[in-house]
């Protein structure tokens, strides 16, 4: 993960939704234009039992959701949920407590979701015609990117597949101790969370969870994910304490095996997400600051663009259609970065160590990660 | 090194005009917020300078003839949007894509905003000998890079690229919001290569303020090409159509000179020194035989010591007379880059900038300031370019270099 997860996990949870203009991020302050309707209010009594919005169905546009806890101690939170992501919650909400939070929404059925409840899963609906054809569902009727955005979801649950295979053989070398054996797990693992990280990274804390890096995290004794144990391997040179932390990765590998499993995308949200990728690599891929203890970014690097390149592979036979010239220049520009990294591939398939590519070397690839950023940063415009 | 006392130029400077400061009324341009980017030669030469300096080289980076092309063309059509102070042009906006332009200077004026290109030796020839774009053979007799010269300490990595883009204007983010944005359209076809911006005008090209003080706090280069004196630039600073050049006639040369100033040794140094170094009076900024700005300095007056004018003072290896009458038209600025890690001194000094007819001009007069110029001990040339820059644009469907490429 990166210091912008935030606001690329606030990016696609939006355009996930559809045209939903709040997120996550923004929920708990996201404040009505003038001229917009007077916000709906919400009550979301949160017990054993369940989260039953009321009223569970309100008009397009700016609602207020109240979330109170009258005595449970089982289940303290609610999100609403669209398009398989989280786009407004309130946590914390112990017994006796309660908050609030609001979302601009448009037309659309979303869930409202309370983890621990007996049915944690309620629906919710928002009435009326979308505010402008921009927040429309997009690719309607548009077979190619119906076509992208199912190829898509099938990759990202192939490629969360692997990711899970391949993390076991990690996990499994540490909790063994064998210091040797998870070095050489570690990086096998990751390309296959590399390649889908904006997906991963719409899911809450589940990135920071699996891809914090130490100065992602306030406090260091609760890190968790690859990157404590990377830091295990090379740095500390031993694997003492590292078990739970095996375990909880592959905890929370499956989770997000769970939730891609029903996942669906907007083609919009292929293209940033290609976008999210490239920035990925431009700005903690290029400097090494992504593996600083093992060294292994240029495998990440790799896994970045093969996942940008999916989902312009998935795009462009629409985009070919509304812009051939861009899509061609794509196609270009993905070929000028793989054969830049073609040149630190190993015999055994993976990449060299990334302390020995040279500063002029790094520059290079960098130049020809930001040569492809700039026209791929115009694709989303082409796609809705 | 041991900088054996005098040597050097720094400013090729004080090749200035015999006469004084000739119809120094601001032109109609000056008055305006807005330069007119169209012309017979390209505006940022002539024009009076302004306050603020950012300038990009670039290498490119394609191999295909025609993405340079049409990044010429695409730069064009920006930089005289810009120049006007509209944004760059684009999609229309969406919520979808990323803004056409980066916004920075939305709601400024454009502080007589002047972009000029030049494009260097090595897209014409690369340093094996490889004719890159087909260009070989339209590159000038007298363009080519210049030669190791005296005083000079190059780092390759701010020195070259294959095109330069000079941005001025009175303010400085616009300036800046030029170049980043000319870079961002180039992406894929150039990358920067290095950069500077300059913080202040140490030249003067027909303002009637008087000449800028450079870091060291002197006057220096105040017999300037006037902007509007068409005699001397054309006997000067424009290549002719009879030059040989071809597609360069109305064009120029600029030759950049990052030149590093050792201000604090500088600042240590007794008055007299600092104005026997120069060969000027500090506060006045007359020569040492005069008592205003624009006298012409007496290089015969002799004192009991001597020369009233040291025999390496700058202003007599600069001077014209001493030179055979060569002069340039100088448009440098005050750089800073923050502190020199190494040495825990200012990284600060002038950002030479040099339009002339011909290279050598620059060459002649640096391999003589750069041997004997007292100013050696205070100054280094640590960057370096040379372009040409092609005459200006006639108007909407012309573009930079098209007298080059087609």
Known sequence: ?384 | MELSRRRLLQGIAGAGAVGALAGCAPSAAAAADVVEFHGPHQAGIATPVQDRLAFTAFDVTTTRREDLVALLKTWTAAAEAMTRGVPVPGPAPSDALPPADTGEADGLAPGRLTITIGFGPGLFTAADGTDRFGLAARRPAAFAPLPALPGELLDPARSGGDVAVQACSDDPTVAFHAVRNLTRLGRGTVVARWAELGFGKTSSTGNSGGTPRNLLGFKDGTRNIEGADDAALGQHVWVADGDGAGWLGGGSYLVARRIRMFVEPWDRDRLSDQQAVFGRFKTSGAPLTGTDEFDTPDFGAVGPDGPVIAEDAHVRLAAPENNGGLRILRRGYSYTDGIDARTGTLDAGLFFLAYVRDPDQFVTLQRKLGSSDALNEYIRHVGSGLYACPPGTTGPDDWWGRALFT
């Not at chain 1, 609610?78 to 017994?95: D, M, P, R």
């Not at chain 1, 390649?195 to 992602?216: C, K, N, Q, T």
């Open chain 1, 1 to 384: 993960m990166t210091p912008t997860r935030t606001r690329a996990a606030c990016g696609v949870a939006a355009l996930a939704s559809a045209g939903l203009l709040a997120s996550a991020c923004s929920a708990s302050s996201q404040q009505a234009s003038p001229g917009d309707p007077p916000a709906s209010a919400v009550t979301i009594e949160i017990s054993d039992a369940g989260c039953g919005p009321n009223p569970a169905t309100v008009p397009t546009g700016p609602v207020t959701f109240a979330v109170t806890n009258a005595a449970s101690a089982k289940v303290t939170e609610a999100e609403v949920q669209g398009g398989g992501k989280i786009l407004g919650e309130k946590e914390n909400i112990t017994a006796g407590l309660d908050g609030t939070f609001s979302l601009r929404m448009e037309p659309g059925t979303y869930s409202v979701y309370c983890p621990g409840a007996a049915k944690d899963t309620w629906t919710f609906t928002v009435d009326g015609a979308a505010a402008g054809a921009s927040s429309a569902p997009a690719a309607a009727g548009n077979t190619s990117l119906t076509a992208a955005t199912q190829g898509y979801h099938d990759y990202v649950v192939t490629e969360v597949a692997q990711l899970q295979t391949a993390t076991k053989t990690f996990t499994d070398a540490v909790r063994a101790g064998n210091i040797d054996a998870a070095k050489n797990a570690f990086a096998p693992a990751r390309v296959h969370y590399e390649s889908i990280e904006p997906v991963a990274e719409s899911f809450g804390d589940l990135d920071p969870a699996i891809d914090a890096r130490i100065d992602d995290v306030t406090d260091p004794t609760r890190w968790t994910g690859f990157h404590r144990i990377e830091k295990a391997l090379w740095a500390d040179g031993t694997l003492n304490g590292m078990a739970p932390i095996a375990d909880e990765l592959d905890a929370d590998v499956a989770t997000l095996k769970t939730k891609v499993a029903t996942n669906t995308y907007q083609p919009a949200e292929l293209a940033n997400g290609a976008s999210d990728l490239l920035t990925e690599v431009s700005t903690s891929k290029v400097t090494g600051e992504e593996d600083r203890y093992s060294h292994t970014d240029l495998w990440d690097f790799a896994a970045n663009i093969d996942g940008a390149r999916k989902a312009f592979e998935l795009l462009q036979p629409a985009l070919a259609a509304t812009d051939p010239d861009l899509a061609q220049q794509l196609e270009a520009r993905f070929t000028d970065v793989a054969q830049g990294l073609a040149e630190y591939r190993t015999a055994d398939g993976g990449y060299q160590d990334y302390g020995a590519v040279t500063d002029t070397d790094k520059r290079s690839l960098a130049d020809s990660v930001n040569a492809l950023a700039e026209p791929l940063s115009q694709v989303a415009g082409k796609v809705v």
